[in-house]
């Protein structure tokens, strides 16, 4: 990926969602870059055109809509190519006029947890990411000790019925089989409540367990890696410092946690980055991202304004 942000095409993409909870997708014709691929209907932003503007004029000429509210999603960077790529993705609930192909493209209307990735173009990818990504990502505490299986079982079952829907075991004081166990036991609830699990570092554990169950990869893993370590049906999860670990992250993983973001009893020693510096970072980089690092959920709205994903956090979540 290119560092010359700045010569990046930028392309304004509309995230279309209906009543009912679908999204709309456009397929690439033949003849074009990437053909048969599918991705969210847009385009090129014209020079000095503002991009809330040539959103409206996109979705206009490309479906025939006159389009009323529209959100910032995600902005992703990507290359394709010798081709940089500044992908400006927004929501969009509210607009005049049915959807047409204009432009002879396919057009499909489908749920979020229904696409198939690898059937989308790749800088698109990361934006349905973040349709399907909850606000917060809730990590259990470090000091839970082994014996508390049965309170913790019942307390992450709760969780999920409360409107939980990621969720980190975090347990360094288990044996890595007892947080497998445990993982197993809450997988049918997830699968019921459309949750995700996360086990802290176990790559085999979640191949093991199958859908329903991903993993975190801590920094030190994150680096070495080449390749994607599970499916895209088991969602990955970066712990992110820097923007070297954040670029690594775009290639393996389905988000990040950015941290420290403010100061926190878990790393003392730790200098805070701070909103500013997060909002920097999260700019170049090409994944939802979450704040983490002295959170609560009262902090989500400040980490989307930052144009992060939402917040993680462990003692402020529970």
Same mark, same amino acid.
């Given at each position: 990926?290119?560092?010359?942000?700045?010569?990046?095409?930028?392309?304004?993409?509309?995230?279309?969602?209906?009543?009912?909870?679908?999204?709309?997708?456009?397929? $690439?014709?033949?003849?074009?870059?990437?053909?048969?691929? &599918?991705?969210?209907?847009?385009?090129?932003?014209?020079?000095?055109?503002?991009?809330?503007?040539?959103?409206?004029?996109?979705?206009?000429?490309?479906?025939?809509?006159?389009?009323?509210?529209?959100?910032?999603?995600?902005?992703?960077?990507?290359?394709?190519?010798?081709?940089?790529?500044?992908?400006?993705?927004?929501?969009?609930?509210?607009?005049?006029?049915?959807?047409?192909?204009?432009?002879?493209?396919?057009?499909? &209307?489908?749920?979020?947890?229904?696409?198939?990735?690898?059937?989308?173009?790749?800088?698109? $990818?990361?934006?349905?990411?973040?349709?399907?990504?909850?606000?917060?990502?809730?990590?259990?505490?470090?000091?839970?000790?082994?014996?508390?299986?049965?309170?913790?079982?019942?307390?992450?079952?709760?969780?999920?019925?409360?409107?939980?829907?990621?969720?980190?075991?975090?347990?360094?004081?288990?044996?890595?089989?007892?947080?497998?166990?445990?993982?197993?036991?809450?997988?049918?609830?997830?699968?019921?409540?459309?949750?995700?699990?996360?086990?802290?570092?176990?790559?085999?554990?979640?191949?093991?367990?199958?859908?329903?169950?991903?993993?975190?990869?801590?920094?030190?893993?994150?680096?070495?890696?080449?390749?994607?370590?599970?499916?895209?049906?088991?969602?990955?999860?970066?712990?992110?410092?820097?923007?070297?670990?954040?670029?690594?992250?775009?290639?393996?993983?389905?988000?990040?946690?950015?941290?420290?973001?403010?100061?926190?009893?878990?790393?003392?020693?730790?200098?805070?980055?701070?909103?500013?510096?997060?909002?920097?970072?999260?700019?170049?980089?090409?994944?939802?991202?979450?704040?983490?690092?002295?959170?609560?959920?009262?902090?989500?709205?400040?980490?989307?304004?930052?144009?992060?994903?939402?917040?993680?956090?462990? $003692?402020?979540?529970?």
């Amino acid at each position: 990926m290119s560092s010359k942000l700045t010569e990046a095409m930028h392309v304004m993409a509309g995230v279309l969602v209906d009543e009912q909870g679908r999204v709309l997708l456009a397929q $690439r014709p033949p003849g074009k870059h990437l053909a048969g691929l &599918w991705e969210f209907p847009g385009g090129k932003l014209e020079a000095a055109e503002a991009p809330l503007d040539g959103l409206m004029r996109e979705l206009h000429e490309e479906l025939g809509i006159e389009a009323s509210v529209a959100d910032p999603l995600i902005q992703v960077r990507w290359r394709y190519g010798d081709r940089d790529l500044r992908l400006d993705a927004w929501m969009v609930r509210h607009w005049q006029g049915q959807p047409a192909s204009l432009e002879g493209q396919a057009l499909q &209307w489908c749920m979020p947890v229904q696409v198939d990735l690898t059937q989308l173009a790749p800088a698109d $990818r990361p934006i349905l990411r973040a349709l399907q990504l909850p606000p917060c990502c809730s990590i259990t505490p470090a000091d839970v000790p082994p014996e508390s299986f049965a309170a913790w079982r019942e307390r992450l079952m709760q969780a999920m019925v409360a409107g939980e829907r990621l969720l980190l075991l975090r347990f360094p004081l288990w044996p890595a089989e007892r947080v497998r166990e445990l993982a197993a036991a809450l997988q049918p609830m997830a699968r019921k409540y459309g949750a995700q699990l996360l086990l802290s570092g176990d790559v085999d554990g979640a191949r093991e367990l199958g859908e329903g169950v991903g993993v975190q990869l801590k920094a030190q893993q994150l680096m070495p890696l080449c390749e994607r370590p599970l499916p895209f049906t088991q969602w990955v999860g970066a712990s992110c410092h820097d923007a070297t670990e954040l670029a690594h992250a775009h290639q393996l993983a389905d988000f990040a946690t950015l941290s420290p973001v403010a100061p926190t009893a878990t790393h003392p020693g730790a200098t805070p980055l701070g909103w500013p510096r997060f909002q920097s970072l999260v700019a170049q980089a090409s994944l939802p991202v979450y704040a983490l690092g002295g959170m609560s959920p009262a902090d989500k709205e400040a980490a989307r304004q930052a144009g992060g994903q939402g917040v993680a956090g462990i $003692r402020g979540f529970w």
